[in-house]
């Protein structure tokens, strides 16, 4: 392990890793398994059109999450574009800027537009309270986020939105697997909506689903994410080619084979980073509640302001070490093109500290425990010794821009 600054290899000594740690899940089958269940698909020649392997895995995902309907598509971003045209929303919906770009961009790709909402500082999630400031004349939903798979006050805004008369949906991308007071996420508002990217604890290489327990909104739901007539159609206005193939359904069923040791694994990882950086005054890792089921696919810190090197810095200083941590999300969606143009609604100043503080360190198929032991080792040297890892950083710059 190292022990001084001039170890690091940003200073000139050896990185500690030669092959990337990374903070995406991907989790992969074993290739036996894969080939097993890639040779019955070719066997059986039924690759796409709501084929036996994706009818298994709605049937299999509304059982593990208790939820009547469960409706699987491509993406995670085409989930939430079926979602909220099945929804048969006009006007503004009221999103977090705290997200991933995809929530906020399916709400335009649905015709909608989006009206940004601060977070709370300490659950990372809408609220109420949050909502009710952004609210506008035309509102007609609320999309929350359940960030890091925390669920976003689920009964609070339920209330919040039957006493204004608003649909209410969950982007749970960061959520399957999780549970709140007891139920399984995909059991809350209208709709939900869970991604399965390589990047997820369920990698469908790409791949979606929508749950909800409302059964004529499932039949919508199907009906906008099937191009084909079928005599089960309602009517809607707008429909698109979202249908899962047989290959995604084998991906993913394959994963939640494995989902138990999957969790483990990373709570493994996450229980090493706790204990080594939860002690230290100068870092944060946020928590889960222990109550609860958690999926731990994300390990997520926030600096604080005490200590004496910037978020962006730590992180320049881990990549060279082969520690590929991410900051998360910078920047906010309410900056990025076009979202920052002519924006209304009212100031987000707790997305803007979080954007410019959080950071999250591996864990996945990629990392071990003993590499979870090293990295947090990196990090506590780094912020043990801040200010000298900060004065060498700026010396560096400035002769890199001189030069």
């Known amino acids: 392990m190292k022990a001084t600054i001039s170890d690091f290899q940003v200073f000139g000594g050896s990185p500690t890793f030669d ?80 997200t991933f770009p995809a929530t906020v961009q399916a709400v335009v790709w649905a015709g909608l537009r989006p009206v940004f909402a601060d977070v709370d500082p300490v659950t990372h999630n809408l609220t109420p309270e949050t909502v009710a400031a952004a609210m506008t004349p035309e509102t007609t939903c609320v999309l929350g986020v359940h960030v890091w798979g925390r669920p976003c006050e689920p009964a609070g805004l339920k209330a919040f939105c039957r006493q204004n008369a608003l649909r209410l949906a969950f982007d749970a991308c960061h959520g399957f697997g999780c549970s709140h007071d007891g139920r399984m996420l995909g059991n809350f508002g209208d709709v939900e909506v869970f991604s399965f990217h390589a990047t997820k604890i369920v990698n469908g290489a790409e791949g979606g689903c929508i749950t909800t327990n409302d059964d004529e909104l499932a039949a919508r739901l199907r009906t906008v994410a099937n191009f084909h007539r079928s005599p089960a159609d309602r009517d809607c206005k707008v429909r698109i080619n979202a249908k899962m193939t047989e290959a995604q359904a084998a991906m993913a069923l394959m994963a939640l084979s494995e989902f138990e040791q999957y969790v483990d694994r990373n709570r493994a990882i996450y229980e090493v980073y706790r204990e080594q950086l939860g002690p230290r005054s100068d870092v944060r890792m946020i928590a889960f509640d222990a109550s609860e089921l958690q999926n731990y696919q994300y390990a997520v810190f926030e600096l604080g302001d005490e200590a004496g090197i910037s978020r962006d810095d730590l992180l320049a200083v881990l990549r060279r070490e082969g520690v590929h941590a991410r900051r998360y999300f910078a920047p906010g969606v309410h900056k990025l093109h076009p979202f920052e143009e002519g924006r209304n609604g009212p100031p987000l100043p707790i997305t803007d500290q979080l954007c410019d503080t959080l950071f999250q360190l591996p864990v996945g198929a990629f990392v071990t425990p003993q590499d979870a032991r090293l990295i947090a080792n990196l990090v506590s040297v780094i912020l043990d010794n801040a200010d000298a890892f900060s004065q060498r950083l700026a010396t560096s710059k400035d002769g890199a821009a001189s030069a």
Not at 36 to 55: C, D, K, M, Q
Not at 73 to 81: P, Q, R
Not at 83 to 92: C, F, I, K, V
């Open 19 to 98: 092959v990337d740690r990374v903070v995406g899940q991907v989790y992969m089958p074993d290739r036996e398994v894969f080939d097993t269940w890639f040779s019955a698909i070719s066997e059986r020649a039924f690759y796409t059109n709501h084929g036996p392997l994706v009818a298994r895995l709605d049937a299999v995902i509304a059982d593990r999450l208790e939820v009547a309907n469960a409706v699987s598509v491509t993406n995670g971003t085409v989930a939430l574009m079926v979602a909220l045209t099945a929804l048969e929303l006009s006007g503004d919906v009221i999103v977090p800027a705290f």
